[in-house]
């Protein structure tokens, strides 16, 4: 069941790691990987990451990348957003300080940025131009009233 475009943004906005996925070039499967991220509903994905990394040499390889995000308790939902990549090779602190307050406690991030925050950062940008997405909350509301009416 898939979610409206604002269903879907909502829940993308929503702090999760995300799993950042690109495809290979070398006959492998597509690099899956963990990671942080921050959306606004209507704008751009950015993921921080480190120039070099394999990360980077296949993102800017295939010029895009996908990503997936899920709730993990029920009821189980999904959101995958793929697009055009487009990068700045020299973020600020100011450029990823919203990636790390997402994931850290206040007192946390800008110790955590100043640590991480190194000449080899990236800041990767993803356009949304395709989404899937899927919520099973009136499946799992059938189902726990089929499961009530049978005892």
Not at 13 to 29: I, L, M, N
Not at 47 to 64: I, S
Not at 101 to 108: G, H, M
């Amino acid at each position: 069941m898939p979610m409206t475009v604002e269903a879907r943004e909502r829940f993308l906005a929503e702090p999760r790691v995300g799993t950042f996925v690109v495809a290979r070039d070398d006959g492998r499967a597509p690099l899956a990987v963990p990671v942080w991220y921050d959306y606004s509903p209507g704008g751009n994905v950015r993921v921080w990451m480190e120039c070099g990394t394999l990360k980077d040499r296949l993102v800017r390889a295939a010029g895009r990348f996908s990503l997936s995000v899920q709730a993990e308790d029920r009821p189980y939902r999904y959101v995958t957003v793929e697009g055009p990549a487009h990068w700045n090779d020299a973020p600020t602190a100011e450029d990823v300080t919203p990636i790390a307050a997402r994931y850290l406690q206040e007192a946390e991030v800008a110790v955590y940025v100043q640590r991480t925050l190194g000449p080899t950062a990236m800041l990767v940008h993803l356009q949304p131009e395709h989404w899937l997405s899927s919520d099973l909350s009136e499946a799992f509301e059938e189902l726990e009233a089929a499961v009530a009416a049978a005892t």
